[in-house]
């Protein structure tokens, strides 16, 4: 056998520019691991606060009076029960508001018609009234009518004028 003796240079150079390989491709790796898991953060951010600003500007819109525009949120969590939450409120309010206006045109409607029925009942009374006074003046009686003072109410018959000689009004007893 023979006995061999390698001997070789090699530079300090050479020897670490393996190890600043590594540094370089450990670095680089690093590096697009951050930038992966940035990423990643930004994505699943978004994912939050994207139906998070949804939900505030249907609030915005609830505030302002519109309660028919719908927020459409694509999730399968806390945040799409939500979203339903403000739809359906938002439909019950519109639907009281609704209500509310039939019920105040039924009231303006009424408020009308009561004036146009106190008005028939006013004239229907009159006309009872006057044919009562007719009927009772037909008579040739003398019908008079007191209060506890014993002083003659207006309510008389005309009869009475001829058979008293005056007119029984603001007279007692």
């Known amino acids: ?14 020897a670490f520019s393996i190890t600043q390989f590594l540094i370089l491709k450990t670095s680089l790796f690093g590096g697009l691991l951050m930038a992966v898991a940035i990423v990643i953060g930004i994505y699943f951010a978004s994912s939050i606060t994207f139906p998070i600003t949804l939900l505030t500007d249907k609030a915005m819109k609830i505030a302002d009076g519109d309660f028919e525009s719908n927020v459409d949120i694509k999730s399968n969590d806390e945040l799409n029960v939500l979203g339903d ?10 639907a009281l508001l609704k209500n509310k206006e039939h019920l105040i045109a039924q009231l303006e409607d009424y408020s ?3 004036k146009k029925m106190v008005e028939q009942r006013t004239l229907e ?45 603001d007279k007692t007893l």
């Open 1 to 14: 056998t023979q006995n061999l003796l390698v001997t070789s240079y090699v530079s300090k150079e050479q």
């Open 85 to 94: 939450t403000f739809n359906y409120m938002s439909k019950e309010i519109l």
């Open 112 to 114: 009308k018609n009561q």
């Open 125 to 169: 009374l009159k006309n009872a009234n006057d044919f009562m006074a007719l009927m009772v003046n037909s008579l040739d009686q003398g019908l008079l009518v007191f209060d506890q003072d014993l002083n003659c109410n207006p309510m008389f018959t005309k009869a009475c004028e001829p058979i008293f000689g005056i007119s029984p009004l």
